[in-house]
């Protein structure tokens, strides 16, 4: 940091002054802090300009001036003068080229093909032309495109961010602020300035009365009955923001009400405060529409008349044969089970059923006009696969001898592009699980439309190898070389984009579009210890119940485990410690249900919110058939066909917290998981394929995958063994800065903290058992730093994380203290490399 700050500064001229930070502080007249003004410092740090560039280290800034800025300047400036040399000779070629094709063009005969093809020739070059003449020569040196300049500050911006502060305050209520800014240089340095914002906004104007001034009777009595929720109400705050959402709000009320072509710049606001101490009177005014005549009319609601469909529309051949692509369709007439009439538009034989996308339409013949029916269209037709693109257009209608002149028509002009019918795509990657590098093979077949309900097949095989080291030394005993694990999987699932259910739920069907998806798998898995294989099915629904909530309802899952071919060394530990219940063949029979909330897309706020909760019970509708039937228990357990089922139900907990930062790109993200699988019934344990494990890239990350755990137990032969720790109880948090620092570069700050833990006495492993009054005591805490390259498509990681608090260390010393060797080294610090971020 030193080293930063002795580089910073020493380039500014005499009178430049680098600005670090702006210090922003809200006070009453008292100056006491306000509790909830209406705005926050963010909101302040957002209009002020210039703003800091940094927080902690200034890479961008210390990169920009890496090197001398008049010898960059000596470059840049001969770079600019070979491109302009270029750039004239290159003009100059072409422009020989455009009057050597003028001429052959005026010799040629007009619409002969080689007037026509001349023609076509002079507008490319014309175009090309165009295109060097617009190109600038302003290069820069690597340097200024990767760093950024400093951030100079101006006793002129005092007053234009003063300015612009009151505005603010303004739009939120506050008339009379005192606003003073002060300036203080650092004490090591006096080219570096803080610049001090005291802010006291004073007393808020309140909204204390609403009135109405509405021209339109019929337009006045629905807006007056909908005054339960307006958001400007008595003791709210004159806050323009929340005018403007009133605006919509009213706005879309009418449009959900039929008023087809009403729109918010038909509505404006009044405020009165002159002479009412603080007090405001918002008076809201909705005006009539002007015909082409001049005259006010009121305002006509609308009805659909009929309905055209494209299912399958070409937006490229209409633009290019306009009515020519239009006079070529036929037209089917499709009835809807209620006798609804729609017109099916199409060039060639339509491949899908009509009824699949006419299901989900809000929009009939007959209906109002309904802005919700229209999203909720367009919503459904964006979840089926095969639709690439929708567009709902409406054309108005003229109705001969209509009864009520205050209704108008509209003709619905649905257009439905397609994708591709089959894919079939072949890909290689580098795979990272939990810090295990890998490569994978996979081909994915996928046909959207199968039976010609919008339905989609899609079948995957996989092909992985990876790298599977042990605790401490690498050695491989296997044929495969640096990559000892192999894996080989198939997958076929079949998604229906209905319910298929004998439940009569229509207004969920279609508010909700849930979709049931019918999957079949099987995965071989060869680890250097043992051999596992899993074979399972699933019937199950997924559906959105809001933009920000979604539910995963599984009724069926089953799933066969079976592990083979484990070496000596590994059933000698499995004995050793009694787990070997956990490594048996296992069918595997339950339901599952995920319920995850998300607002980051939605939420107009800077700080977002995700929450995931799953359960799944397994072994409770098998345990009651065997009890039913007066089945007999062998050595204490039900069994299928030899196979012993597994009876238990595991819960998950996943909260993230997501908090933006002031400085562009920055943010702070707090996550905790907590998770518990608990067996009773048939079995006294959980299948394998069901425990937790902690630890790896996007668990604690001073440890390795599968080394953490559980609670202080210590695998004294963990020389011998490949890591593969795991139990029925996981607790799990983490805390980390995330910061930008230049280029494509981002930088990160983190602290982990969990541990893993057994439900009961069948895991006699010393110190693995939960215990409320000490598990505290065995949580694992790690930190450390991470760097990550942002290439827009993927996320490249590397963090490296440092034990603060091992569990499995005795009591007095599971604080970890510097290393002094390389083996402790390895053992204190750990890399993880990674794709994507970890939460």
């Not at 302003?138 to 951030?151: A, D, I």
């Not at 606003?179 to 006291?200: A, L």
């Not at 021209?215 to 958001?231: C, F, G, R, S, Y």
């Not at 943010?667 to 998981?673: H, I, K």
Request: positive net charge; aromatic residues 14%.
């Amino acid at each position: 940091m030193m080293f930063f700050s002795c580089n910073l500064t020493k380039n500014l001229k005499d009178n430049e002054k680098l600005l670090v930070k702006n210090k922003i502080v809200i006070v009453d007249d008292d100056n006491n802090n306000i509790k909830d003004p209406g705005f926050e410092e963010f909101d302040i740090k957002q209009v002020i300009k210039p703003k800091t560039k940094f927080i902690i280290l200034p890479v961008n800034l210390w990169v920009y001036y890496l090197y001398d800025p008049k010898k960059i300047e000596k470059k840049v400036k001969k770079k600019n003068e070979r491109c302009i040399q270029k750039k004239k000779k290159s003009i100059s070629k072409v422009s020989k080229k455009i009057r050597s094709v003028e001429k052959k063009t005026a010799v040629s005969e007009i619409n002969s093909s080689a007037y026509n093809k001349y023609n076509k020739r002079l507008l490319r070059l014309q175009n090309k032309i165009e295109k060097k003449e617009e190109k600038e020569c302003n290069k820069l040196h690597w340097s200024q495109k990767v760093g950024e300049p400093p951030v100079l500050y101006k006793t002129n911006d005092e007053y234009r961010n003063k300015r612009k502060i009151r505005v603010l305050l303004k739009n939120k209520g506050y008339y009379d602020p005192i606003i003073k800014i002060s300036t203080k240089p650092r004490k090591n340095n006096k080219k570096k300035i803080i610049v001090n914002y005291k802010i006291k906004p004073g007393r808020p104007y309140i909204i204390n009365k609403t009135n109405y001034n509405i021209e339109d009777p019929n337009i006045k009595k629905i807006v007056l009955a909908d005054t339960a929720n307006t958001l400007i109400a008595k003791g709210s705050r004159v806050d323009t923001k929340l005018i403007e959402k009133e605006r919509k709000r009213i706005s879309d009320k009418l449009r959900n009400t039929a008023y087809y072509k009403f729109s918010k710049n038909f509505i404006y606001f009044s405020v009165d405060t002159i002479g009412k101490n603080y007090l405001s009177e918002i008076i809201v005014n909705i005006k009539n529409p002007v015909n082409e005549n001049n005259e006010t009319t009121f305002h006509k609601r609308y009805k659909i008349n009929n309905i055209y469909i494209y299912p399958n529309y070409n937006p490229k051949k209409a633009l290019i044969n306009k009515e020519e692509y239009f006079s070529t369709n036929d037209t089917i007439i499709y009835y809807s089970k209620d006798g609804l009439k729609y017109n099916i538009i199409y060039t060639d034989i339509p491949r899908i059923n009509p009824k699949s996308f006419i299901r989900g339409l809000y929009i009939a013949p007959g209906e109002y006009y309904n802005t919700k029916d229209i999203k909720a269209s367009y919503k459904y037709l964006a979840s089926l696969q095969i639709i690439q693109t929708a567009n709902i257009n409406f054309n108005d209608v003229q109705i001969l001898h209509e009864e009520n002149d205050s209704i108008k028509h509209i003709d619905c002009v649905i257009r439905l592009t397609q994708d591709d019918l089959q894919s079939n795509a072949v890909a290689a990657e580098f795979t990272n699980t939990s810090g295990n590098l890998g490569i994978e093979v996979s081909n994915n077949y996928e046909h959207q439309n199968i039976f010609r309900n919008t339905e989609v097949l899609n079948i995957k095989l996989n092909f992985a190898l990876q790298r599977l080291p042990k605790s401490s030394e690498d050695k491989y005993t296997d044929t495969l070389g640096f990559f000892n694990s192999k894996e080989v999987g198939g997958d076929l699932s079949l998604k229906f984009p209905r319910l298929l259910a004998p439940l009569p739920w229509k207004k969920f069907i279609k508010r909700s579009n849930p979709n049931t998806i019918i999957q079949v798998n099987y995965n071989f898995l060869e680890r250097p210890d043992y051999t596992r294989s899993i074979a399972g099915t699933s019937f199950g629904y997924n559906w959105n119940s809001t933009k920000m909530i979604s539910h995963s309802f599984i009724p069926i899952i089953g799933d066969l485990v079976k592990l083979k071919n484990s070496t000596e060394e590994f059933q000698e530990y499995i004995k050793k410690w009694n787990l070997e219940e956990i490594y048996d063949d296992r069918l595997v029979f339950g339901s599952s249900y995920r319920f995850t909330f998300n607002n980051q897309l939605v939420s107009q706020k800077r700080n977002f919110i995700f929450f995931s909760v799953y359960t799944k019970p397994a072994g409770n509708s098998l345990s009651l058939i065997m009890k039913m039937s007066d089945q007999e228990k062998e050595d204490g357990s039900y069994k299928i066909n030899d196979n012993v089922f597994a009876q238990f139900i595991k819960t998950d907990f996943d909260f993230r917290y997501y908090r933006k930062l002031t400085r562009e790109k920055d943010m702070m993200v707090f996550r905790f998981f907590a998770g518990i699988a608990f067996p009773y019934g048939n079995i006294d344990v959980i299948p394998f394929s069901e425990r937790y494990s902690s630890g790896g890239a996007n668990g604690i990350r001073a440890w390795t995958v599968r080394t953490l755990g559980p609670g202080s137990y210590k695998n004294k032969d963990e020389d011998d063994f490949y890591p593969n720790q795991t139990s029925d109880i996981k607790l799990e948090t983490n805390l980390e800065y995330r910061m930008k620092l230049f280029w494509m570069l981002e930088g990160a700050l983190f602290i982990d903290a969990g541990n893993i833990w057994a439900i009961n006495e069948y895991d006699i492993r010393a110190g693995a058992q939960f215990d409320f009054d000490d598990f505290y005591k065995e949580i694992a805490v790690g930190s450390g730093f991470g760097l990550r390259l942002d290439i827009e498509f993927v996320v490249i990681r590397l963090d490296l994380g440092r034990k603060l608090f091992d569990p499995s260390k005795p009591i007095d010393q599971r604080f970890v203290s510097a290393a002094s060797g390389w083996n402790e080294i390895k053992n204190i610090w750990t890399l993880n490399f990674a794709i994507g971020f970890p939460f």
